[in-house]
């Protein structure tokens, strides 16, 4: 069964940081395009980084580069996603995603999506 299973979201104060795991199984991601997404209160879904199977970061919100950063651990077959000095603007649903090549970040359509966890910051 393909799955996309994220986990540490949770609530914290800003400042303060979190990392985010998303474990694939039906597969690997090596040969795999992963992008982070996130949905705010009232918003739509909007890319936030991507990182291509080539290791390329490919950012989509300004405000998050220097903060956040995307690794793999091909053994885990788990990405992450490293969020520091959490803003409150930085509350969401985050969802990771996967694309296969030959698509890379910014395709249309990603093959496979999370469930989403949700990060709150708030003091």
């Known amino acids: 069964q393909v799955e996309l299973v994220e986990s540490g979201g949770g609530s914290v104060q800003p400042g303060a940081s979190l990392r985010l795991s998303c474990a694939a199984s039906g597969f690997t991601l090596d040969d795999y395009a992963i992008g982070w997404f996130r949905q705010a209160p009232g918003k739509e879904r909007e890319p936030v980084l991507c990182k291509t199977s080539s290791d390329r970061m490919v950012y989509y919100v300004d405000s998050v580069k220097g903060r956040f950063s995307i690794s793999r651990d091909n053994a885990k077959n788990t990405v992450y996603l490293q969020m520091n000095s959490l803003k409150p603007e930085d509350t969401a649903v985050y969802y990771c995603?996967?694309?296969?090549?030959?698509?890379?970040?910014?395709?249309?359509?990603?093959?496979?999506w999370g469930q989403g966890t949700r990060v709150t910051v708030s003091s």
């Open positions: 995603a996967v694309v296969a090549a030959p698509f890379t970040c910014g395709s249309p359509a990603y093959d496979f």
